[in-house]
């Protein structure tokens, strides 16, 4: 199995004085296990100054979104090869803030991911339910969904250099968690599905979970058998506090 993943995502939040003191904390802080990858995920303009920052270390840099397009007539919007340029390695998609915010369907997600790969990005593939279709009994058929767009559109090879988070829109930011049983029940299922496909490469995927992930309960949930890491928000605002949640990491 591939070492644990954490990813912190900042989301709109701090200014580059708080980045800097964020990330110099976590640098100076108790040693972070060698059992996970950790990545943090910056807003775009800080990403060239906490490059600097990491300086090539263990601590990995992402983005928390990009363009479908290379390059072009795009105003405003970033694309996966100036994300390598300035340094990051992973790039999430798909996010429920972007997918409701932001109208990003499953199409535009797709083509999201797929960019992400041809710049030599590692895509974080976001799924999850609202909390309607949770209490419909529409959470196995949405995830299915999310997941088959993305499955359809780059094959099943794509999976071999990609991540996927399961984010229970009703857990982000809400400070409600899915239990482990809820989150495995998932988890269980994006694996068997992308098993489906090819075996090797859905016992190989990382599996996050995200959703008010804390320390109080991030050990219980690492430890599910399908869950092999946290996407983590609010929480990896506090240095101690996002250490410590890595340090829960099997
Ligand atoms: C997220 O931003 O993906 C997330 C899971 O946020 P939080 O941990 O704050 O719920």
């Known amino acids: 199995m591939r070492p644990f993943l954490v990813v912190g995502n900042w989301k709109m939040n ?96 797709a ?17 999850g339910e609202t909390l309607t279709q949770r209490q419909r009994g529409e959470t196995h058929a949405v995830i299915m969904r999310q997941l088959m767009a993305v499955l359809d559109a780059a094959g099943i090879d794509a999976f071999d250099q990609a991540v996927v988070a399961y984010e229970p829109v009703w857990a982000i930011g809400t400070g409600k968690t899915a239990t482990s049983a809820q989150a495995q029940e998932v988890h269980a299922l994006v694996r068997a599905c992308i098993s489906a496909g090819n075996a090797r490469i859905g016992g190989a995927i990382r599996l996050l979970y995200g ?5 109080s309960n991030a050990a219980e949930l690492f430890q599910m058998p399908d869950i ?9 605002l506090e240095a ?7 340090k829960a990491a099997i």
């Open 240 to 246: 101690y506090e996002f250490i410590a949640i890595c």
């Open 228 to 236: 092999n890491g946290g996407l983590v928000g609010g929480a990896s």
């Open 14 to 109: 701090g200014t580059r004085e708080s980045a800097t003191q964020l990330v110099n904390e976590i640098l100076r802080g108790p040693e972070l296990p060698a059992t996970a990858e950790i990545a943090i995920c910056p807003p775009f303009v800080y990403l060239a100054d906490m490059a600097r920052l990491l300086n090539g270390g263990t601590l990995i840099l992402g983005a928390q979104n990009l363009c479908a397009e290379d390059n072009g007539p795009y105003t405003g919007e970033v694309s996966g090869s100036m994300l390598r340029d300035a340094g990051c390695r992973y790039v999430i998609v798909g996010h429920s803030e972007r997918r409701n915010l932001y109208a990003e369907n499953d199409a535009l997600v």
């Open 211 to 215: 959703g008010s992930v804390k320390a």
């Open 111 to 127: 083509r999201k991911f797929m960019a992400a790969q041809r710049a030599g990005l590692t895509p974080i593939l976001c799924v």
